[in-house]
């Protein structure tokens, strides 16, 4: 595994450090799991962005010219 170094507050790492004690985990636990949930939700977003991709193109809808004004829309 590979090491980082962040830079942040003293009293935010304190604060983190008496955290972290009373859920009985690490602060490096708690890094590594945001970090993975991080990365999961980017990887999750674009398999939705690419099974969309892929439901448009097997789409039989089309997009035809725009035949009608934004005011039509809201005449009342």
Sequence with gaps: ???ITLKIDDRLLENARN???QQKTSINAIIR???ERF?????SREAS???LDAFFLRSQ?????KTW????LHER
Excluded: I, K
């Design 1 to 3: 595994m590979a090491n």
């Design 19 to 21: 955290l972290a004690a």
């Design 33 to 35: 799991e945001t970090l």
């Design 39 to 43: 990365v999961s939700s980017d990887q």
């Design 49 to 51: 962005l690419r099974g």
């Design 61 to 65: 809808a089309r997009v035809g010219p």
């Design 69 to 72: 004004t934004r005011d039509e």
